[in-house]
C-alpha cells in the first residue's frame, strides 16, 4: 500500500508551488498553461521487463508557471510542476515535482524534472525521482505537438523502475 501521508504532502506541495506562483504568472497568461505527455516507458531493467510487460503506459502532466524571456539568439525556458504516472501490471509510479524546459529554438528542447516518486509492486515505496529528454515540436500552432525521448529514474528499489520514455507531447 503506498503511503497515503506521503501521497497528501505532496499533492499539498504541488497545489501550493502553483498556487503562490499564479500572481507572477498573471502578467504573462499567454505563456502559461499545460503539456500533457502520453506515450511509453521501456524498462531498463531485463527482469522488470519479465515481470511485467516490455512497454508500460506513461502519462504526465505539467503546469508551466514561469517563462523567461527570449534572448537574441532565441533561447528561453519554462518552470513547471508536474504530475504523471507510469506503470504495467501491478507495478506503477506516480511522481511529482518540478519541471524545467529549455527551448533552444522553435524546434528543438529539452526537459529535466526532479520530485517525490511513489511506487508500488505489491509492495510500497517513496524515492527520488528524476527525468531528462530531449524533444522535437514538430506543429508550433495554437496547440504545439512534439516528440519527447527521455529517461526516467528512480532511487531505491535497485533501478527496477528506471527506464527509457517516448511520448507525444501536447500543450495548450
Do not use: M
Given at each position: 500500500m503506498m503511503h497515503k501521508g506521503m501521497l497528501w504532502l505532496a499533492v499539498a506541495a504541488l497545489a501550493g508551488t502553483l498556487?503562490?506562483?499564479?500572481?507572477?504568472c498573471a502578467q504573462e497568461t499567454?505563456?502559461?498553461?499545460?503539456?500533457v505527455s502520453v506515450g511509453v516507458l521501456y524498462p531498463a531493467d531485463e527482469d522488470t521487463r519479465d515481470a511485467t510487460?516490455?512497454?508500460?503506459?506513461?502519462?504526465?502532466?505539467?503546469?508551466?508557471f514561469q517563462t523567461s524571456e527570449p534572448t537574441e539568439s532565441g533561447y528561453y525556458y519554462d518552470l513547471g510542476a508536474m504530475v504523471g504516472f507510469y506503470g504495467a501490471s501491478d507495478a506503477r509510479v506516480i511522481?511529482?515535482?518540478?519541471?524545467?524546459?529549455?527551448?533552444l529554438n522553435e524546434q528543438f528542447f529539452y526537459r529535466a524534472t526532479a520530485g517525490i516518486g511513489f511506487s508500488s509492486n505489491g509492495d510500497s515505496e517513496t524515492g527520488?525521482?528524476?527525468?531528462?529528454?530531449?524533444?522535437?515540436?514538430?506543429?508550433?500552432?495554437?496547440t504545439p505537438i512534439a516528440l519527447f525521448i527521455g529517461y526516467n529514474g528512480l532511487s531505491g528499489r535497485g533501478g527496477d523502475f528506471n527506464g527509457f520514455t517516448a511520448t507525444l507531447q501536447f500543450r495548450f
Open positions: 498556487i503562490l506562483a499564479s500572481p507572477a499567454e505563456k502559461q498553461g499545460f503539456t510487460q516490455d512497454l508500460w503506459f506513461y502519462v504526465d502532466l505539467t503546469y508551466t511522481p511529482v515535482g518540478l519541471s524545467f524546459t529549455g527551448y527520488f525521482a528524476w527525468s531528462i529528454g530531449f524533444g522535437y515540436n514538430f506543429s508550433a500552432g495554437a
